[in-house]
T-cell receptor, first 113, second 115 residues
Framework: KQEVTQIPAALSVPEGENLVLNCSFT??????LQWFRQDPGKGLTSLLL?????REQTSGRLNASLDKSSGRSTLYIAASQPGDSATYLC????????????FGKGTMLLVSP | ETGVTQTPRHLVMGMTNKKSLKCEQH?????MYWYKQSAKKPLELMFV???????ENNSVPSRFSPECPNSSHLFLHLHTLQPEDSALYLC??????????????FGEGSRLTVL
């Protein structure tokens, strides 16, 4: 059974810092990996999706990498802003049938002005 | 405007009530999902519908009954719930075919409180 772990569970940084969020998974036979953002009491917003054949994806100040063989992914946020404060969730998909994602518990990020 | 719309956003019900959660997706996707998010636990997949046919029921109690009348609408009918069913219920959709990545898009969620 796939298990997804996100470290740290919470992170507090001053505005302007670059930061890295970590995600690890136990079964490396994945189809893709998706990073989401969740604001308090809201739904999930998709940030980046990395296919199993890819090493990284970039969107603006966000860069996600994938090392499938070691079961790890990182989300790099450059020049953090208070608006980046949210919970970031990592989810892995095992097969191509339909999106049965296994989620981590998330990293709660607080960026202070 | 989100591509996946959920109503109601908040619901309070007693243990003997019957209520329904509604989800509508405007993305033309062919698969829809219900997830449950409880405090301090990872999101849990409840049901998957592909082309209006249920393809997965993740050992969910029968007091939760899904319905997918067409590819754009998904309901979760609630009956005789327990206080531990209080959670955020999230609907999602994706396009599943050989040309797509199957990226999942979520609605804003329905916050359910069972008294």
């Amino acid at each position: 059974k796939q298990e997804v772990t996100q470290i740290p569970a919470a992170l507090s940084v001053p505005e302007g810092e670059n930061l890295v969020l970590n995600c690890s998974f136990t079964d490396s036979a994945i189809y893709n990996l998706q990073w989401f953002r969740q604001d308090p009491g809201k739904g999930l917003t998709s940030l980046l999706l990395i296919q199993s054949s890819q090493r990284e994806q970039t969107s603006g100040r966000l860069n996600a990498s994938l090392d499938k063989s070691s079961g790890r992914s990182t989300l790099y946020i450059a020049a953090s802003q208070p608006g980046d404060s949210a919970t970031y969730l990592c989810a892995v998909r095992q097969d191509s049938g339909y999106s049965t994602l296994t989620f981590g518990k998330g990293t709660m990020l607080l960026v202070s002005p | 405007e989100t591509g996946v719309t959920q109503t109601p956003r908040h619901l309070v019900m007693g243990m003997t009530n019957k209520k329904s959660l509604k989800c509508e997706q405007h993305l033309g996707h062919n698969a829809m999902y219900w997830y449950k998010q409880s405090a301090k636990k990872p999101l849990e997949l409840m049901f998957v519908y592909s082309l209006e046919e249920r393809v997965e029921n993740n050992s969910v109690p029968s007091r939760f009954s899904p319905e997918c009348p067409n590819s754009s609408h998904l309901f979760l009918h609630l009956h005789t719930l327990q206080p531990e069913d209080s959670a955020l219920y999230l609907c999602a959709s994706s396009q599943e075919d050989y040309q797509t990545t199957g990226e999942l898009f979520f609605g804003e969620g329905s916050r359910l409180t069972v008294l």
